[in-house]
């Protein structure tokens, strides 16, 4: 719905339609030829509908007022103080976020920016104290948050792993009764760094999307570059794998038995 953008008002005088006795029409004349005085409101691109008509200018001056909030000077004069009124809303949002930026970065509450800020928050909420704004949530599903940066002052944020939160119920048991994590924890963790490589090495591809064939291709390669990283750090990549498969068997035993 397109709003008004401007105001007019204009005399006008009733005719009798000369087919239709009975029937009237209204058109805008002198002054001193006033039948009534009609308030009509401008919309763009589709010109003027009155919005009602007096019996005289000063009643439609006063309506004229109360719409608007200002006194009547003259006809489409109205323009900047209607842009200011329908921009009111994003106004009193961006005004609360600037408030909330200055006291972050100024000790100085009192200064005249954050008063006549306060104030005029205060006039447009009717004294009521603004919501504070909602935190950022930043939710992760396979993968790993290595930072969180350029967060706005005033604002908080949240981070959802749904990697860690969507855990069945066997498993919270399971990890209640002990300080050990489940396999199934230690599958997700695994799968978080497949993600993070496959990411850099298989087009961006996810390894939730990914067919098997390429899925399993991406845990070897995996595999065989942690393998190249610890020859690089000079550990001994055979040893390194003969330890990681009987860790594989003893925490499958352990959580069998569990």
């Given amino acids: 719905m397109k709003v008004y953008d401007n105001y007019e008002i204009s005399p006008c005088r009733q005719y009798e339609e000369p087919d239709s006795p009975g029937k009237f029409y209204f058109e805008v004349c002198k002054p001193e030829e006033a039948d009534v005085w009609t308030l009509y409101g401008h919309i763009n691109g589709k010109g003027v509908e009155a919005i009602g008509d007096f019996p005289t200018r000063d009643a439609a001056v006063q309506v004229y007022s109360r719409i608007t909030g200002q006194e009547f000077t003259a006809s489409y004069e109205a323009d900047a103080h209607l842009r200011v009124m329908h921009a009111g809303a994003k106004l009193l949002e961006a005004s609360t976020l600037a408030l909330r930026q200055l006291r972050e970065f100024y000790l100085d509450n009192d200064s005249q920016a954050i008063l006549d800020l306060k104030a005029a928050i205060a006039e447009a909420t009717g004294g009521a104290p603004s919501a504070p704004p909602k935190p ?5 599903r396979g993968g790993v948050v290595q930072d969180v940066l350029n967060v706005p002052p005033g604002f ?3 981070v959802k792993d749904y990697d860690n939160i969507e ?18 924890q ?13 990411a850099e090495t298989f087009s961006g591809d996810d390894p939730d999307t990914m067919d098997r064939d390429d899925l399993e291709s991406a845990i070897g390669d995996l595999i065989c570059d942690l393998l190249h990283f610890a020859v690089q750090q000079g550990f001994d990549p055979q040893k390194i794998v003969e330890t990681a498969e009987g860790h594989h068997a003893i925490e499958i035993m352990e959580e069998a038995s569990a």
């Fill in 167 to 184: 855990v069945g119920e066997e498993d919270k048991a399971k990890a209640a009764s002990t300080s050990e994590p489940t396999n199934q």
């Fill in 186 to 198: 230690r599958a997700r963790w695994a799968r978080a760094a497949l993600a993070v490589f496959t």
């Fill in 136 to 140: 950022i949530v930043i939710e992760v």
């Fill in 156 to 158: 908080q944020y949240e």
